[in-house]
């Protein structure tokens, strides 16, 4: 009734480095050579996923909810 029924993405108006928002969250990002960084990758996960490039896609959230940002993804995480 009203509501949704499935995970959606909702974005800024504009793309974002993940190295971006973990500096606007005050995160030191750490380098780690694949061999290691495989080790901390948990089970269920594919550790070659971390190695590329991932966009988060929020045109269902426009077709479903009509949602349209505001904001860049910058000025919300700091609050703007």
Known sequence: EGGCAEV???VGRETLALSRMMALAGVLPLALPGALADRF???S?????LRRRTLVDGRRATAVLGFRPRRSLEE???GH
């Not at 996960?45 to 996923?49: T, V, Y």
């Open 8 to 10: 959606l993405n909702l």
């Open 41 to 43: 990758v948990p089970a």
């Open 45 to 49: 996960a594919d550790p070659r996923s």
């Open 76 to 78: 919300a995480l700091r």
